[in-house]
C-alpha cells in the first residue's frame, strides 16, 4: 500500500541551529501539506503545496521557517534558527485531487530543540 | 474562520465498555467533517468522514459518528471498545476539497481492561 514517507523520524538539535524534515508523498497526489503538532494540541497547518505552487503559508513563521516542492513531487521543510518552542512534531500529507480531501499523513518527524 | 472543539481532552474507559467522543465545530459556511486516529508515534490515520448525504457515518471497525447541522456537532461513538482503540483521536473541518484540515485539540481515549 502506498504511504507518505518522512524522514528524519526523530531530529534532536540545539537551538539557533539549522533542521531540514523531507517528505515524499503518495505517487501522483498533487497536494502536500506540512502541519505542526504541538505536544498535547491537535496539527496546524504550516504550508500547502498544489504541485510546485504554495496555496497557503499564512501560519509559517517566514523569519526562519521555508519550504520547497521544487519538481512537484517531495518536499522539503526547513528551520533556521531552531528556538526552543519549535520542538513539536512535524506532519507531512497528501492528497489526491478529486478525493474529496482525504489527506493521508506520515509518521512524521519529532522535533526536540534544546 | 472555522474552529473545532473537541471537550474532552482524555476519556478513560473500561473495555467492552461504549464510549463518545465530543466534537463541536463553528464555521460561516458549510464543511467537510472528519475524525482522525493517532496511535503512538504514529501518524494520522483518517476514520470516518462526513462529506454529504446520510448525516450517520460509520467506519470499518465499529465506530460512528453523527452529523448534527443544528447543534453543530459531529460526536464520535463506538458501543464496545477494545484494548486496541487506545489511541488519540482527533476531529477536524475542511472548507472545501483540496482546503486545509482545521483540527481540535484531541482526545485521548485509554481502555482499561
Known amino acids: 500500500e502506498a504511504e507518505v514517507a518522512q524522514s528524519p523520524r526523530y531530529k534532536i538539535t540545539e537551538k539557533s541551529q539549522a533542521v531540514a524534515f523531507w517528505c515524499d508523498p503518495i505517487?501522483?497526489?498533487?497536494?502536500l501539506y506540512w502541519y505542526r503538532q504541538i505536544l498535547g494540541q491537535g496539527p496546524e497547518l504550516l504550508v500547502q503545496?498544489?504541485?510546485?505552487?504554495?496555496?497557503?503559508d499564512s501560519q509559517l513563521p517566514k523569519d526562519r521557517f521555508s519550504a520547497e516542492r521544487l519538481k512537484g513531487v517531495d518536499s522539503t521543510l526547513k528551520i533556521q534558527p531552531a528556538e526552543l518552542g519549535d520542538s513539536a512534531m512535524y506532519l507531512c500529507?497528501?492528497?489526491?485531487?478529486?478525493?474529496?480531501?482525504?489527506?493521508?499523513f506520515g509518521p512524521g518527524t519529532r522535533l526536540t530543540v534544546l | 474562520a472555522q474552529s473545532v472543539t473537541q471537550l474532552d481532552s482524555q476519556v478513560p474507559v473500561f473495555e467492552e465498555a461504549p464510549v463518545e467522543l465530543r466534537c463541536n465545530y463553528s464555521s460561516s459556511v458549510s464543511v467537510y467533517l472528519f475524525w482522525y486516529v493517532q496511535y503512538p508515534n504514529q501518524g494520522l490515520q483518517l476514520l470516518l468522514k462526513?462529506?454529504?448525504?446520510?448525516?450517520l457515518v460509520e467506519s470499518i471497525n465499529g465506530f460512528e459518528a453523527e452529523f448534527n447541522k443544528s447543534q453543530t456537532s459531529f460526536h464520535l461513538r463506538k458501543p464496545s471498545v477494545h484494548i486496541s482503540d487506545t489511541a488519540e483521536y482527533f476531529c477536524a473541518v475542511s472548507k472545501a476539497a483540496g482546503n486545509k484540515l482545521t483540527f481540535g485539540g484531541g482526545t485521548r481515549v485509554l481502555v482499561k481492561p
Open positions: 505517487s501522483g497526489h498533487a497536494t
Open positions: 500529507a497528501s492528497s489526491f485531487p478529486g478525493t474529496l480531501n482525504e489527506q493521508f
Open positions: 462526513y462529506l454529504s448525504g446520510s448525516t
Open positions: 503545496f498544489q504541485d510546485e505552487s504554495v496555496v497557503d
